[in-house]
T-cell receptor, first 121, second 110 residues
Framework: GAVVSQHPSWVICKSGTSVKIECRSLDFQATTMFWYRQFPKQSLMLMATSNEGSKATYEQGVEKDKFLINHASLTLSTLTVTSAHPEDSSFYIC?????????????????FGSGTRLTVV | EDQVTQSPEALRLQEGESSSLNCSYTVSGLRGLFWYRQDPGKGPEFLFTLYSAGEEKEKERLKATLTKKESFLHITAPKPEDSATYLCAVHRDSWGKLQFGAGTQVVVTP
C-alpha cells in the first residue's frame, strides 16, 4: 500500500531557530500534500494544501511566512517552521494523495505520515 | 459551516464488550466520510471511506455505517490491540480538504 515517510519523528529546538520537517512518498506520486497540526487530545487542524510545483494554499489564520512549505517534486514536501517559539510546539502531520485536487476534483485516498513532535524550548 | 462531532470523547471497554462510536456531521453535499485509527504519537491510519447513506463496510472487528446525518463505527468483541483514538472526517469542500472530528479515545482492557 501507499506509504508516506515523515521525519524527524521528534525534534527539540531552541526558540528563534528554524526547523525543517520532510515528508516523502515512497511508492506513489504525491501530487497533493496536506500539512496538519494537532494539539494534545484535539483533532487535526489543516494548515495548508500544496500541489506539486505550485505555491501552497494556507488556511485562514496560518502565517505563510512562518510555516514555509516547499513541494517541488512528486515525492517530497517540506514544512519549515521559521523563528520557532514555544507556542509552535505541536504534533505536525503530513498527508498525500496522487490526485491533483482542485475546485472540481477531490481524492478519496489520503495517506498520512507518522507525524513529527516539535518541542520549542 | 461544516462540522464534525464525535461521541463519546472516551470509551473504556472490557475485552469482548462490543460498542459503537458516533460521528455526526453537517456538510452541504457529502462527498465522502472517512474513518481513521490513530495510535499515540503516530499519524492516522486509514480504515474506511463511505459515500452514501445506507452504505456499510467491514474490516475484522470493525464495521462502519452511514446515514444522512451520522456514521457509526461498531467494534465487535474488541481486543486490547483495538485501543486507539478513532477519527472521523468528511470532505470539507470541493478541494477535497478533510474536516476532522475530535476523535473518540478507546481503551480496551483485558
Amino acid at each position: 500500500g501507499a506509504v508516506v515517510s515523515q521525519h524527524p519523528s521528534w525534534v527539540i529546538c531552541k526558540s528563534g531557530t528554524s526547523v525543517k520537517i520532510e515528508c516523502r512518498s515512497l511508492d506513489f506520486q504525491a501530487t497533493t500534500m496536506f500539512w496538519y497540526r494537532q494539539f494534545p487530545k484535539q483533532s487535526l487542524m489543516l494548515m495548508a494544501t500544496s500541489n506539486e510545483g505550485s505555491k501552497a494554499t494556507y488556511e485562514q489564520g496560518v502565517e505563510k511566512d512562518k510555516f514555509l512549505i516547499n513541494h517541488a517534486s512528486l515525492t517530497l514536501s517540506t514544512l519549515t517552521v521559521t523563528s520557532a517559539h514555544p507556542e509552535d510546539s505541536s504534533f505536525y502531520i503530513c498527508s498525500a494523495t496522487e490526485v491533483r485536487v482542485s475546485s472540481t476534483r477531490i481524492s478519496d485516498g489520503y495517506t498520512f505520515g507518522s507525524g513529527t513532535r516539535l518541542t520549542v524550548v | 459551516e461544516d462540522q464534525v462531532t464525535q461521541s463519546p470523547e472516551a470509551l473504556r471497554l472490557q475485552e469482548g464488550e462490543s460498542s459503537s462510536l458516533n460521528c455526526s456531521y453537517t456538510v452541504s453535499g457529502l462527498r465522502g466520510l472517512f474513518w481513521y485509527r490513530q495510535d499515540p504519537g503516530k499519524g492516522p491510519e486509514f480504515l474506511f471511506t463511505l459515500y452514501s447513506a445506507g452504505e456499510e463496510k467491514e474490516k475484522e472487528r470493525l464495521k462502519a455505517t452511514l446515514t444522512k446525518k451520522e456514521s457509526f463505527l461498531h467494534i465487535t468483541a474488541p481486543k486490547p490491540e483495538d485501543s486507539a483514538t478513532y477519527l472521523c472526517a468528511v470532505h470539507r469542500d470541493s478541494w477535497g480538504k478533510l474536516q476532522f472530528g475530535a476523535g473518540t479515545q478507546v481503551v480496551v482492557t483485558p
